[in-house]
């Protein structure tokens, strides 16, 4: 069965802080890997892709390691609007049309107070 | 403005009634999606299609169909709707390439079946 697991939180953090989110995903055969956003009761948006060598954007690093089938997400130097359900999403096949499945994660949900 | 359209937005039904939710997108995408979001178990994908008349299942489909006669429309059709499918919907659209873009949800659908 394919799965990806999360912590479900709730991250309770101070305005500056560094948090980081971590991920596993059952299916070593997934080949793309994605961290949505999600506000309360709104749809997903794409936050980054995760590559294999790493990726930084702005404040937000993502990791994977395929040898362990983890992924992380860290957020520096967290605002309050940083405030959100994050999402870790694996697709659920290798090479092909097995690539539209896509599964997520349940989301950690983060909490930056002033 | 670029966006993926669901209507409608609320609906309550009532057992064995069949119903329709339509999903429209301005952009072009080869790739459209159906999930379901449900308290605890995060978001589950329905349906998926690649491309026009290309359909598969996700991992949830029992329960409903869909079609892809065109390339913005695709709709989910709940035939017989049972109130497990009690449930806030959401349809995604991409650009399809050999490894998945970043998805754009629409709004969502908040069902209720009595």
């Known amino acids: 069965r394919k799965e990806v697991e999360q912590d479900p939180g709730p991250f309770n953090v101070p305005e500056g802080a560094t948090v980081a989110f ?6 070593s055969a997934s080949q793309s890997f994605f961290w949505y956003r999600q506000d309360c009761r709104k749809e997903p948006k794409l936050l980054m892709s995760v590559y294999s060598s790493g990726n930084e954007d702005g404040r937000f690093t993502a990791q994977l390691n395929r040898a362990s089938q983890y992924i992380s997400l860290l957020i520096r ?3 309050l609007s940083d405030s959100a359900t994050y999402l870790c999403v694996v697709t659920g ?6 690539q ?3 599964i997520f994660g349940k989301g950690t949900k983060l909490s930056v107070k002033p | 403005e670029a966006q993926v359209t669901q209507n409608p937005r609320y609906l309550i039904t009532v057992t064995g009634k069949k119903l329709t939710v339509t999903c429209s997108q301005n952009m072009n995408h080869e790739y459209m999606s ?3 979001q449900d308290p605890g178990l995060g978001l589950r994908q329905i349906y998926y299609s690649m491309n026009v008349e290309v359909t ?11 079609s892809r006669k065109e390339k913005r429309n695709f709709p989910l059709i709940l035939e017989s709707p049972s109130p497990n499918q009690t449930s806030l919907y959401f349809c995604a ?15 969502g659908t908040r ?4």
């Open chain 1, 93 to 98: 096949g290798d090479y092909g049309g097995s």
């Open chain 2, 34 to 36: 159906w999930y379901r």
């Open chain 1, 77 to 79: 130097d967290s605002k």
């Open chain 2, 93 to 107: 659209s991409s650009r399809q390439g050999t490894i998945p873009y970043e998805q754009y949800f629409g709004p």
């Open chain 1, 100 to 102: 539209g499945n896509l």
């Open chain 1, 22 to 27: 971590n991920c596993t995903y059952s299916n």
């Open chain 2, 56 to 66: 598969d299942k996700g991992d949830v489909p029992e329960g409903y169909k869909v």
């Open chain 2, 111 to 114: 069902l209720t079946v009595t």
